[in-house]
T-cell receptor, first 111, second 117 residues
Framework: EDKVVQSPLSLVVHEGDTVTLNCSYE??????LLWYKQEKKAPTFLFML????IEKKSGRLSSILDKKELFSILNITATQTGDSAIYLC???????????FGKGTLLTVNP | GAVVSQHPSWVICKSGTSVKIECRSL??????MFWYRQFPKQSLMLMAT?????????EQGVEKDKFLINHASLTLSTLTVTSAHPEDSSFYIC?????????????FGPGTRLTVL
């Protein structure tokens, strides 16, 4: 059975701090790993990673995948209160493209 | 990124009635859509995979006769919760798989909050 484990489950930081969120996985026929941000409603897409060692960046957010060690990290630099959300990691595998989600990391950024 | 809409965003119904939720991909065609439910403070739980023109594939433990899925076109999938009961109250989210242009990403709709009285 496919499995995605995120850590930490919850994190509280101050504005301006840098955070690193972790995601490890076990999946049959890995296709891609995706990061989403969920605030009050449904998840919004952040990154999709398919290749090891290639960093994806979007503003203060960046992510990288290690397919040998089966994990990914999501970095957020100079955090802002608007970064407060649940960050979900999901892995796509198998023939039907379904996603297996981790439990998420609840990030709280205090002013 | 691609846009996925859901309708309604919020519904309250009486126990025993049926509720239909629509999921549309607005600017791309989606041969595959997924339906999830999410309970408070929990992650998304996949209910079923909806393939255009064929029967949906349900995850273990999800009653296919209770959660009817129809994916009649490349931009629309519907989930009907039949004979809803209070325990069906949840946040239902769809996603649509965009596989065009070499990408293979799932985009989520904004979700539908169902409350069954």
């Amino acid at each position: 059975e496919d499995k995605v484990v995120q850590s930490p489950l919850s994190l509280v930081v101050h504005e301006g701090d840098t955070v690193t969120l972790n995601c490890s996985y076990e999946v049959t026929n890995f296709r891609s790993l995706l990061w989403y941000k969920q605030e009050k409603k449904a998840p919004t897409f952040l990154f999709m990673l398919t290749s090891s060692g290639i960093e994806k960046k979007s503003g203060r957010l960046s992510s990288i995948l290690d397919k040998k060690e089966l994990f990914s990290i999501l970095n957020i630099t100079a955090t802002q209160t608007g970064d407060s959300a649940i960050y979900l990691c999901a892995v796509s595998g198998g023939s039907n493209y379904k996603l297996t989600f981790g439990k998420g990391t609840l990030l709280t950024v205090n002013p | 990124g691609a846009v996925v809409s859901q309708h309604p965003s919020w519904v309250i119904c009486k126990s025993g009635t049926s509720v239909k939720i629509e999921c549309r991909s607005l600017d791309f065609q989606a041969t595959t859509m997924f339906w999830y439910r999410q309970f408070p403070k929990q992650s998304l739980m996949l209910m079923a995979t909806s393939n255009e023109g064929s029967k949906a594939t349900y995850e273990q433990g999800v009653e296919k006769d209770k959660f009817l899925i129809n994916h009649a076109s490349l931009t629309l999938s519907t989930l009907t919760v039949t004979s809803a009961h209070p325990e069906d109250s949840s946040f239902y989210i769809c996603s649509a798989r965009d596989s065009q242009g070499g990408t293979d990403t799932q985009y989520f709709g904004p979700g539908t909050r169902l409350t069954v009285l």
